[in-house]
């Protein structure tokens, strides 16, 4: 996305005002027993902020909810979550909404909208409101009257009139309570061009030039900012938003995604918006990554299938391709694939002129139940195409693939998990960043490293090395006695490594000891010249100690 400035301003983030103190306007036994709670909550509240609390930004969104979930509040809600910012709802409708359109509206009653935001506003002071459809003009009065009651940061507001499939949400009724109560309250307004249209009584807006007009216009309305979207110009011209702030124009380019999946994409970047205003960012900076974010979502989903209706609903998350295809490890780790572990070395594969995905594929073939790329050497561009490829192979035969060290390329190929040593990224902050799904590993020399892997939100740990080994420098040898230390104290799953073969698993696998699961090997598979031949050699000494163990 290309924005352009046609004049710079420096919008300082709008000032946190305190709202007001929740007044007594309660008159039912219930009320006044959710009174004395609410006014226990803010003693018990005011005590902890004097300890360290986290400032979360929070956007309470006034709008319709959408059954379908494309759009409206749960679009705001998902768009929210994505952004990082807790979102709180008042809904103002119920429709019944797919992706052919809506079947039906039931309009929330104006009392029963004024006690939500009640509730929220006078409890969880949002930062930032942002609304959405609000079909009757009673609601628009009760909105605003209760900004004026518990007045917050910043106003968004999305002039919700049309659904995507073009069935209305509000009226024109609704036109004159926008213009003449909610926009002079707003802090950025952002019609499309229908929108800004039905707002102006109907112009025609066809170009950039209309939508200048159309935006200082509504400015006159009050809006400190009017956003004028025009992903509805012809199809043949950029996608081009243009925002006003009384002054200024500034335009935001965007290149057209085709894609039917653009139900919902109003709510969302007007979520988006209010997402970054609550974070504390300016106008300008809040449309132009919200604009980023629904770009790259719209880009993402442009190929999912949800619903058999002409639009369909993006994808906030980024995550449910994954699901396609059979691409995601949808189960739990399972601590028996710790079996047979290859762990992959270029400098080996190199040696015997083969590539890593070749290397890989006659491993699994072997028996290998987990497969571990360790690429010192590699290059990070080399290292995630190869990283790819494997991961490719790994999931055609249900096996997972893991990366050595490095969190990005593992992250960024999106492969099941990573291994990572004592010097390396610590597990938990490995864990943050790959999320709860993945697996981590953790080698360990010590009882106190197990402890501390656990603690940190492991899966498994690596143990050696157990045998001396040349396949990794200067690393000390800590014996069966040193691994079986390790496995008794563990609370997690444990692999032995280091010096690990064909004539020595029996030995380590029949100490018996309980977490035990399995040995990682490097060079007796991969520094030999038919991987899948010692592979499947190996797997037959396992299988047998592991029968005579029971
Ligand atoms: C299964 C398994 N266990 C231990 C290691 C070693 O990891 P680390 O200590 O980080 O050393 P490097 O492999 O990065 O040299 C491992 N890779 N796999
Ligand atoms: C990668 C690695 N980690 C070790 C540890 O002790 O944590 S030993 C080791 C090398 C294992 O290679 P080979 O199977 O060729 O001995
Ligand atoms: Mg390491």
């Given at each position: 996305m290309g924005f352009q400035s046609h004049h710079h301003h420096n919008f300082s983030a709008p000032r946190l005002q305190s709202n007001c103190l929740l007044k007594s306007g309660f008159s039912s036994t219930k009320k006044i027993h959710q009174f004395n709670q609410s006014r226990a909550l803010k003693v018990k509240s005011a005590m902890r902020q004097q300890e360290d609390e986290v400032r979360i930004p929070h956007v309470l969104t006034v709008a319709g909810s959408d059954s379908g979930a494309g759009a409206g509040i749960q679009a705001d809600l998902k768009a929210c979550a994505a952004r990082g910012v807790y979102c709180s709802t008042v809904i103002t409708a119920v429709t019944a909404q797919n992706t052919v359109g809506v079947q039906g509206v039931n309009v929330v009653p104006e009392d029963f909208v004024s006690e939500q935001l009640r509730s929220v506003l006078s409890d969880m002071r949002p930062d930032v409101v942002k609304t959405g459809m609000l079909p009757t003009t009673g609601i628009v009065k009760v909105i605003c009257q209760s900004l004026e009651e518990f007045p917050v940061r910043a106003l968004v507001v999305d002039p919700v009139m049309v659904s995507t499939s073009g069935d209305t949400l509000a009226g024109p009724s609704i036109l004159a309570s926008f213009r003449e109560e909610l926009l002079p309250m707003a802090d950025i307004v952002t019609p499309n061009l229908k929108e800004a249209s039905a707002l102006l009584g109907g112009v025609p807006l066809e170009s950039l030039a209309d939508m200048r007009s159309a935006a200082k216009s509504i400015h006159d309305f009050g809006p400190k900012h009017v956003l004028v979207k025009g992903g509805d110009l012809p199809a043949s011209l950029d996608a081009v938003d243009i925002l006003y702030d009384g002054k200024d124009f500034f335009e935001f380019h965007c290149s057209r995604i085709i894609t039917p999946n653009t139900h919902g994409t109003g709510c969302s970047l007007a979520s988006s918006i209010a997402a970054e205003l609550a974070k504390g960012s300016s106008v300008v900076s809040a449309v132009k990554v919200a604009k980023r974010y629904i770009e790259s979502a719209l880009d993402y989903s442009k190929d999912i299938f949800i619903g058999n209706g002409r639009q369909g609903p993006l994808d906030?998350?980024?995550?449910?391709?994954?699901?396609a295809h059979g691409l995601c490890r949808q189960r739990l780790f399972d601590p028996g694939n710790l079996f047979l572990y290859a762990v992959t070395d270029s400098r080996m594969n190199q040696k015997w002129s083969r590539s890593i995905t070749d290397a890989v594929k006659a491993a699994i073939e072997g028996g290998a139940t987990i497969v571990q790329l360790?690429?010192?050497?590699?290059d990070t561009l080399d290292f995630l195409e190869s990283a790819k490829a494997c991961l490719k192979i790994c999931r055609q035969h249900g096996v997972p693939l893991l990366i050595n060290d490095r969190i990005d390329v593992a992250l960024a190929c999106d492969a099941d998990g990573v291994h990572v040593g004592?010097?390396?990224?610590?597990a938990r902050v490995a864990r943050v960043l790959l999320g709860p799904d993945k697996i981590i590993g953790v080698s360990c020399k010590t009882p106190e490293q197990a402890q501390q892997a656990w603690v940190d939100g492991a899966d498994y740990i690596g143990c050696g090395g157990v045998y001396p080994t040349?396949?990794?420098?200067?690393n000390l040898t800590i014996g069966l006695d040193g691994l079986e230390a390790v496995c008794l104290a563990s609370k997690l799953p444990v692999v032995a490594i280091g010096g690990i073969g064909i004539s020595n698993a029996h030995s380590v696998m029949e100490l018996q000891v309980p977490n035990l699961k399995g040995v990682a090997v490097v060079s007796a598979l991969f520094d030999r010249e038919s991987v899948l031949t010692e592979t499947q050699k190996l797997h037959k000494v396992l299988l047998k100690s592991s029968t005579e163990v029971r």
């Open positions: 906030h998350h980024l995550k449910l391709k994954n699901y360790r690429e010192k050497e590699a004592q010097s390396d990224m610590p040349s396949t990794k420098e200067n």
